[in-house]
């Protein structure tokens, strides 16, 4: 089981793939304005949209909504603050992640290298 990192702004997100605005809403105490307005400020938050046009949030997309509303309500950063705070931490990240194919490509070369024996 994949673990996950636990913050205190964190809350309970229902058990389902996708998230109508309405929901999202209720769940992240939001008004549906500032949901519509933080997608054309934080390029993480993108919704896909059904054919009729209905903005289709993920559970990702739900904690990142958290986060944002946790670093511009509760630490009191700017929407630049916390985008550039958001883009930071995606950068230290991303080589833990890249580290980790690293790994997973070594182990595989020696496992087929077992193989060809």
Same mark, same amino acid.
């Given at each position: 089981?994949?673990k996950?990192?636990?913050?205190p702004?964190?809350?309970k997100?229902?058990?389902?793939?996708y998230?109508?605005?309405?929901?999202?809403?209720?769940?992240?105490?939001?008004p549906t304005?500032?949901?519509?307005?933080?997608?054309?400020?934080?390029?993480?938050?993108?919704?896909?949209?059904t054919g009729s046009?209905?903005r289709?949030?993920?559970k990702?997309?739900?904690e990142?909504?958290?986060?944002?509303?946790h670093l511009?309500?509760?630490?009191k950063y700017?929407i630049?603050g916390?985008?550039?705070?958001?883009?930071?931490?995606?950068v230290?990240? =991303?080589p833990l992640?890249m =580290?980790?194919?690293e790994d997973?490509?070594?182990?595989?070369?020696?496992?087929?290298?077992?193989?060809?024996?």
């Open positions: 089981m994949a996950q990192h636990q913050h702004y964190q809350i997100i229902p058990d389902k793939l998230f109508k605005i309405g929901e999202v809403s209720r769940i992240a105490g939001l304005h500032v949901l519509r307005f933080w997608e054309s400020e934080f390029k993480k938050i993108r919704p896909k949209r046009g209905q289709s949030y993920t990702k997309d739900i990142v909504i958290l986060e944002i509303k511009l309500h509760e630490k700017t630049e916390a985008r550039k705070h958001l883009a930071a931490r995606s230290t990240e =991303q992640g =580290q980790l194919l997973l490509k070594a182990e595989l070369k020696t496992i087929r290298d077992l193989l060809d024996r």
